[in-house]
């Protein structure tokens, strides 16, 4: 799974100039930025969850 999260996010970076929003309802909060890694690691920060713990995050960080 964390491998097509990565192919996804390769398309979208090719074909949209896009920014990314991350809602945090438990805080009533959106995150965004043009960058979606660290959107979700900026997110999985604030949720009290390390980022090098989740696979997907772990292999982004590698790619991009």
Same mark, same amino acid.
């Given at each position: 799974?964390?491998?097509?999260?990565?192919?996804?996010?390769?398309?979208?970076?090719?074909?949209?100039?896009? @920014?990314?929003?991350?809602?945090?309802k438990e805080?009533?909060?959106?995150?965004?930025?043009?960058? @979606?890694?660290?959107?979700?690691?900026?997110?999985?920060? @604030?949720?009290?969850?390390?980022?090098?713990?989740?696979?997907? @995050?772990?292999?982004?960080?590698?790619?991009?």
């Amino acid at each position: 799974m964390p491998q097509s999260i990565i192919d996804m996010n390769k398309i979208y970076r090719r074909l949209f100039k896009s @920014l990314w929003i991350t809602e945090i309802k438990e805080f009533n909060l959106l995150i965004g930025g043009r960058n @979606l890694v660290e959107v979700d690691v900026i997110t999985a920060h @604030l949720i009290g969850v390390v980022p090098q713990k989740i696979p997907y @995050l772990t292999l982004a960080a590698a790619t991009f």
